[in-house]
C-alpha cells in the first residue's frame, strides 16, 4: 500500500473513532451490529473496532476508502440521532 493510501486510511479509521465516541451503549452495539452485516466480518470485540476493520479497510480498491469512511461516519450519526429524528414525525 502506497504511503499516501496508508494515510487515507489512517485518517479515515481516526474519523470513525472519533465519531463512536459520541455514541451510548445502546447506540453503539446496535452500530457494530449494523457494520459487521455491512462488511460481512466480525470487525468489533468488546464494543469496540478491532484489527479485522482495520484490515477490512485497507483491502478495499483504491478510492473507495474514503466512500466507505463517508458511508460508515453517516451511518454512525443515524444511530447517534435517530431517536431525536423518530420523536418528531
Given at each position: 500500500?502506497?504511503k499516501?493510501?496508508?494515510n487515507?486510511?489512517?485518517a479515515?479509521?481516526?474519523n470513525?473513532k472519533?465519531?463512536?465516541?459520541?455514541l451510548?451503549a445502546?447506540?453503539?452495539?446496535r452500530?457494530?451490529?449494523?457494520?459487521?452485516?455491512?462488511t460481512k466480518s466480525?470487525?468489533s470485540e468488546?464494543?469496540?473496532?478491532?484489527?479485522?476493520f482495520?484490515t477490512?479497510?485497507?483491502?478495499?480498491p483504491?478510492?473507495q476508502?474514503?466512500?466507505?469512511?463517508?458511508?460508515?461516519?453517516?451511518?454512525?450519526?443515524w444511530?447517534r440521532?435517530?431517536?431525536e429524528?423518530?420523536?418528531?414525525?
Open positions: 500500500m502506497e499516501l493510501e496508508l487515507i486510511v489512517e479515515v479509521l481516526r470513525i472519533n465519531c463512536l465516541f459520541h451510548d445502546g447506540q453503539l452495539e452500530f457494530l451490529v449494523w457494520l459487521e452485516s455491512h466480525k470487525v468488546g464494543g469496540k473496532l478491532n484489527f479485522q482495520t477490512w479497510l485497507e483491502a478495499l483504491k478510492g476508502v474514503l466512500d466507505e469512511g463517508f458511508l460508515i461516519a453517516s451511518e454512525i450519526f444511530f440521532y435517530r431517536g429524528f423518530d420523536e418528531s414525525n
